[in-house]
């Protein structure tokens, strides 16, 4: 189907940006992990930027390369400090809460987009397809705020760069912590690990009353993603393990609300564990704080009233409205 605009464009810009954080990075002699930080951040690009391109042999070695860096901790930031953080401070100043609106674009152009852009043409031609809807009103708001960024601050465009870089470089190799785990996720699923599991429930659990298959399955949710890091992975092995068989097939229950809930209920799990590098640790990080469990510490309330609301409304939700599966 022809559009105007496909995600497919928006991964070679993105591909591309990481090529150009890792040419800066090969071009900083400081740097204290120069040629591995380079090639860690070209082969990341590369692999976006020519994904479908190449056979998926290649990518996975690729993938191997990168891990291998980070395992051997080839991959680092340089040092930051500019000795000008007075300057920048007085810049926050003056331009005030004026700086939260390339923030808060990002979400409202998402979220529009998502429900709009599929449904909108152009000379005929729709511009973007109904799958990609969303994804692609992501994009488009990441480059309207920072075009908005620019306006209000009146950098240079160089400026993405060198920022976008730091950050980059400064969250590191857990930038690719999700997809993997995710990954993950579907070659457990492809290896039966749903069944087992399914299995194992079936002999330790009285899942003949629709309230525990509930428990169950949200616990399971969780417990899987605090041991994989990611609600994504633990998704496919639940659902295929638990919620299928006796949520849905059971007892009859919405597949559409239990998946969304028991989303819900492993997002709980992120809250929880250090797996989930990119949230629990790359924080700490940032704010230089004195304990890497800092963040999980203040969470774990929340993720626990989180996990019982969620709980509590889909066993009075799921079973409540008809499945409509055969």
């Given at each position: 189907?022809t ?5 497919e464009?928006f ?14 990075i ?5 740097h ?7 090639l ?23 993938v191997?390369?990168m ?5 051997t ?8 400090s500019?000795?000008?953080e007075?300057q920048?401070n007085?810049?926050?100043e ?7 609106a ?11 987009g ?7 043409e ?6 973007a ?10 994009a488009?708001?990441g480059?309207?705020a ?12 160089v400026?993405?760069?060198?920022e ?18 995710a ?37 399971g949710?969780?417990?899987?993603t ?12 639940m659902t295929l ?13 919405n ?11 492993g997002y ?6 250090p ?25 774990v309330p929340?993720?626990?009233a ?21």
């Open positions: 189907m559009t105007w605009l496909t995600l464009g991964l070679v810009l993105a591909g591309a940006y990481l090529v150009v954080v890792g040419a800066r090969a071009a900083n002699p400081t204290p992990r120069r040629w591995g930080s380079a860690f951040w070209l082969l990341l690009g590369v692999s976006i930027m020519a994904g479908r391109q190449v056979p998926a042999e290649i990518i996975g070695y690729a191997l390369v891990t291998l860096l980070a395992a901790r080839q991959v680092a930031p340089p040092d930051f500019t000795g000008d007075e920048l007085a810049r926050a003056r331009l005030g809460q004026r700086l939260l390339p923030v808060l674009l990002v979400p409202v152009v998402a979220i529009a998502g429900f709009m852009l599929g449904r909108i152009f000379a005929g031609v729709p511009i397809a109904l799958g990609q809807a969303s994804q692609i009103s992501l488009l708001g480059l309207l920072l075009a908005l960024a620019f306006a209000l601050t009146r950098a240079r465009p400026v993405a760069a060198e976008g870089g730091r950050l980059l470089q400064l969250i590191s190799w857990t930038l690719i912590l999700p997809q993997m785990l990954a993950l996720g579907g070659i457990f699923a492809q290896a039966g690990v749903g069944d087992e599991i399914a299995r194992i429930v079936a002999a330790l659990l009285p899942v003949q009353h629709p309230v525990v298959a509930v428990v169950a399955y949200c616990a949710m969780t417990l899987f605090v041991m994989m890091g990611n609600a994504f992975a633990a998704f496919p092995v393990g638990i919620g299928l068989p006796f949520i849905v097939q059971a007892h009859g229950g597949p559409a609300l239990m998946g969304a809930i028991g989303m819900l209920c709980c799990g992120t809250l929880l564990t797996m989930a590098a990119n949230f629990n640790l790359v924080p700490v990080r940032l704010l230089e704080l004195r304990r890497d469990t800092a963040v999980i510490r203040a969470q929340f993720a626990l989180i996990w019982i609301f969620n709980v509590v409304a889909m066993c009075l939700a799921v079973y409540r409205f008809p499945a409509n599966v055969p």
